[in-house]
């Protein structure tokens, strides 16, 4: 079989869905902080050498998954398991994490609408530092705007969904990517063309090892799971989409190379400017939605370039919502035998029935607490930290030490064009590598 008829219909479409599904608020918005927050460039080092061990073979795995069993996360785990059908407790472990994670993602992609609209309507033009601080906390403490954002936000994405893979997932991405590259590198120019750039250049990639933790190798590796999409079943999904005759090798190293190289590019357009303009690059979750907007009053054209980084934001968030909500509508239209359009909405209408918590958590529901967080940061450790890690975990084992050596390489090798010494490497990690890092992680996580 040549194509693929309910799936994507070319390798460059199948690589740009997917890492428009890896590159998302998770580059743009979560790894300039968590870097800042690490003390800079030997943050970037160790990012890049977990994708790069870890992420690539996990994709790798997670393509191999979906594409062999032809299903959705659940019916994935119920086809290759055989009569095991316990495995099927791991996609069920997917579909909950897609769920947590849409529920919180959701509230920041939100935000980023309501800063496209601001910018645009130029209410962030020429505040002073303290009252840009001001209109984030007043947005986000708000007690029904986040929820309309979170909401339209949601409405986007599954209008996307109900247009299909082709023509929806496919035809978008293959739009959008382009776009937020170009974007992206314009925000670079400004940026790198700033007075004093090579101060936040030098921290972004001149390595102090002195700097790292035990906790920030941890978030580096956390941090290449959630940009990647890995360990619930996101790509699992994407997988079953890839034509048979696309090689996954290269499908895999071409989305981490993209995610990759957004985070860099982000990186590049935020420190230079956050250090010329004597910012704190450790600002944390708010760096991209108070110290930004004060770094492009302080410029020129600043608020052209206000409207360009959150529309740039805004598509990042979009293309990884997409893959968020196609992980639970394939479940329900193939598991459940739903129809697409009526998946969409009633999968949205729950994501918002639990994502309104995590709207509400930093304003009237900021006093309501599970184990000491709020609803919103309880998603996001519960999702990052945990069941991400430990579906890894559980689909690293499955697939290397349960799931028979021959299938694997059988459809990693596109009928033998994997070259064997590729294949060994990869089987190596798959079964050795990548589990015994997962349970150093894990146990870390749990002690620490
Ligand atoms: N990888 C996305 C990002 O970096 O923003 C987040 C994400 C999307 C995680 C989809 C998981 C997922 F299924």
């Known amino acids: 079989m040549t194509d693929n008829s309910r799936g994507f219909t070319s390798s460059i479409g199948a690589i740009l869905a997917a890492a428009g599904g890896a590159v998302g608020l998770g580059n743009i918005w979560r790894f300039p902080y968590m870097l800042g927050q690490n003390g800079g460039g030997a943050f970037l080092l160790i990012y890049v050498f977990f994708v790069i061990m870890i992420g690539i073979p ?8 979906g594409r062999r069993s032809q299903s959705n996360v659940v019916g994935a785990y119920r086809t290759m ?19 947590l994670i849409y529920a919180f993602y959701s ?49 986007l994405t599954g209008l996307v969904i109900t247009m299909g893979v082709q023509k929806g997932i496919e035809k978008v991405s293959k739009v959008l990517m382009p776009i937020l590259f170009i974007l992206l590198l314009v925000m670079c120019v400004r940026s790198l063309t700033l007075s004093g750039a090579s101060q936040g250049l030098n921290f972004l990639f001149k390595p102090d090892f002195g700097k790292i933790t035990g906790k920030g190798v941890l978030e580096a590796l956390g941090q290449s799971f959630f940009s990647l999409s890995l360990g619930m079943g996101a790509m699992i999904t994407y997988g079953t989409y890839i034509r048979k005759e696309d090689k996954l090798l290269k499908t895999s190293t071409w989305i981490a190379v993209c995610d990759s190289l957004v985070a860099i590019l982000a990186g590049i357009v935020i420190f230079p400017a956050v250090f ?16 930004l907007p004060n770094v492009f009053n302080s410029m020129p054209f600043g608020n ?25 509508v394939a479940f329900a239209v193939e598991e459940l035998h739903w129809k697409r359009g009526a998946a969409s909405v009633v999968a949205s209408l729950m994501v918002f029935a639990i994502g309104a918590f995590c709207a509400l958590s930093f304003g009237p529901l900021k006093e309501f607490t599970i184990f000491g967080k709020t609803v919103f940061d309880l998603f996001d450790m519960l999702t990052a930290s945990y069941i991400m890690p430990i579906g890894a975990l559980l689909m690293v084992i499955f697939l290397g030490w349960f799931y028979p050596k021959a299938g694997v390489r059988d459809e990693l090798s596109n009928g033998g064009t994997l070259k064997a010494r590729f294949f060994g490497i990869y089987y190596f990690l798959l079964r050795y590598v990548a589990p015994i890092a997962l349970i150093i992680i894990l146990i870390y996580g749990i002690i620490g």
């Open 58 to 65: 996990l994709m790798m795995t997670e393509f191999v998954i």
């Open 81 to 99: 398991g055989g009569k095991h059908k316990g495995w099927m407790a791991l996609g069920v472990l997917g579909i909950v994490a897609a769920l």
């Open 107 to 155: 509230v920041v992609a939100g935000w980023t609408l309501n800063y496209v609209v601001l910018s645009c309507s130029g209410q962030l033009n020429g505040l002073a530092p303290d009252a840009v601080s001001q209109t984030f906390s007043d947005f986000s403490q708000g007690s029904y705007l986040p929820l309309i954002y979170q909401f339209a936000f949601l409405a």
């Open 276 to 291: 010329a303009f004597g910012m704190d690059p450790a600002g944390g979750p708010e760096l991209v939605y108070i110290v």
């Open 304 to 328: 052209i370039f206000s409207i360009v980084f959150f529309v740039l934001l805004g598509i990042a968030a979009l293309t990884s919502t997409i893959s968020l909500l196609e992980i639970l």
